[in-house]
Nanobody
Framework: QVQLVESGGGLVQAGGSLRLSCTAS????????MGWYRQAPGEQRELAAR???????NYADSVKGRFTISRDIAKRTVYLQMNSLKPEDTAVYYC???????????????WGQGTQVTVSS
């Protein structure tokens, strides 16, 4: 069974920091990338940050210079350090892992349950 366990969301004042973490279960056989998407009320889900298996990172323009994504391959865990948070960062943050599952070689997207991040002004 595939499971992504997220933690670290919460309420913080503008300018503050939060750190999200997400651990993927062993059911995901081969991880291609790990990342975080976010969805604000009434908005579409968007990529916040992603790190590939080779270590290449991608960030949304709105979070560049403030958010840092990292991963611990041995722990199958991805982190998102969020600094200088703004009210517009308020959203549900979803962990995303792209990898293979079972006997299929096809890459699949796996999602966490989401964790709420609220930034007050």
């Amino acid at each position: 069974q595939v499971q992504l366990v997220e933690s670290g969301g919460g309420l913080v004042q503008a300018g503050g920091s939060l750190r999200l973490s997400c651990t993927a279960s062993a059911g995901i056989f081969s991880i291609n990338s790990m990342g975080w998407y976010r969805q604000a009320p009434g908005e579409q889900r968007e990529l916040a940050a992603r790190v590939s298996n080779g270590g290449t990172t991608n960030y949304a323009d709105s979070v560049k210079g403030r958010f840092t994504i990292s991963r611990d391959i041995a722990k199958r865990t991805v982190y998102l350090q969020m600094n200088s948070l703004k009210p517009e960062d308020t959203a549900v943050y979803y962990c995303n892992v792209v990898g293979t599952y079972g006997y299929s070689a096809a890459l699949q997207h796996f999602w966490g349950q989401g964790t709420q991040v609220t930034v007050s002004s």
